[in-house]
């Protein structure tokens, strides 16, 4: 029923910054939160932010301060503006939401991920 199509990653230098973007299609009006996951060669997938439909954001400690997560309501987009990028953000950046439907059962949805690398 949902549909996440992630863009704006590429190859950026330390200290540069990078906007991805997250649209959602489908059906939504379930969908009170979403989700800025990223996961590096051989390591397991980590949460990087969260972000509620009325604009409440959570983020990874480390990323406080460099990342920020917004969202559109009416276009369905979520954003994360990553701001002095070091080679450690280096990963594939994937948007996901769990939402609940209409039997209360949460379901586990995934974009595809865009790449992001950071070079020193």
């Known amino acids: 029923q949902v549909q996440l199509v992630e863009s704006g990653g590429g190859l950026v230098q330390a200290g540069g910054s990078l906007r991805l973007s997250c649209s959602a299609s489908g059906s939504i009006f379930s969908i009170n939160t979403m989700n800025w996951y990223r996961q590096a060669p051989g390591k397991q997938r980590e949460l990087v932010a969260t972000i509620t439909h009325g604009g409440t954001t959570n983020y990874a400690d480390s990323l406080k301060g460099r990342f920020t997560i917004s969202r559109d309501n009416a276009e369905n987009m979520v954003y994360l503006q990553m701001n002095s990028l070091e080679p450690e953000d280096t990963g594939v950046y994937y948007c996901?939401?769990?939402?609940?439907?209409?039997?209360?059962?949460?379901?586990?949805?995934w974009g595809q991920g865009t790449q992001v690398t950071v070079s020193s």
């Open positions: 996901n939401t769990r939402p609940r439907d209409w039997r209360g059962t949460t379901h586990d949805y």
